[in-house]
Nanobody
Framework: VQLQASGGGSVQAGGSLRLSCAESRRTPFSRYHIGWSRQAPGKDREFVAAISWNDGSTYYADSVKGRFTISRVNANTVNLQMNNLKPEDTAVYFC???????????????????WGQGTLVTVSS
């Protein structure tokens, strides 16, 4: 699985952005749990959101609940809609996936196997 993230950019606080995660080898990742993690300057990577492939269950970090929405668009694309962005959301965002036999808990616990190249989100106050 080769993941590619896109959609980052610069916005003012309160604005919105939509990130997309695509499988660049055209290998359907419809049977993979897909997630997003982020890394702010000088900080460790942290879990942001994840979506289950089998029942569509979604999981969010407390810091983004109610503002971010993860959704599966089709067999090869997962979006992360980010609303009411805050300066503390500034980070490089990575699309992630666990081993195909692993549970979504691997993403929630920050243990993905696959990482995309990252896309930068900058939120100014």
């Amino acid at each position: 699985v080769q993941l590619q993230a896109s959609g980052g950019g610069s916005v003012q606080a309160g604005g919105s952005l939509r990130l997309s995660c695509a499988e660049s080898r055209r290998t359907p990742f419809s049977r993979y749990h897909i997630g997003w993690s982020r890394q702010a300057p000088g900080k460790d990577r942290e879990f942001v959101a994840a979506i289950s492939w089998n029942d569509g269950s979604t999981y969010y970090a407390d810091s983004v609940k109610g503002r971010f929405t993860i959704s599966r668009v089709n067999a090869n694309t997962v979006n992360l809609q980010m609303n009411n962005l805050k300066p503390e959301d500034t980070a490089v965002y990575f699309c992630t996936a666990p081993h195909s036999d692993d549970t979504i808990r691997a993403l929630v616990q920050g243990r993905p196997l696959y990482w995309g190249q990252g896309t930068l989100v900058t939120v100014s106050s």
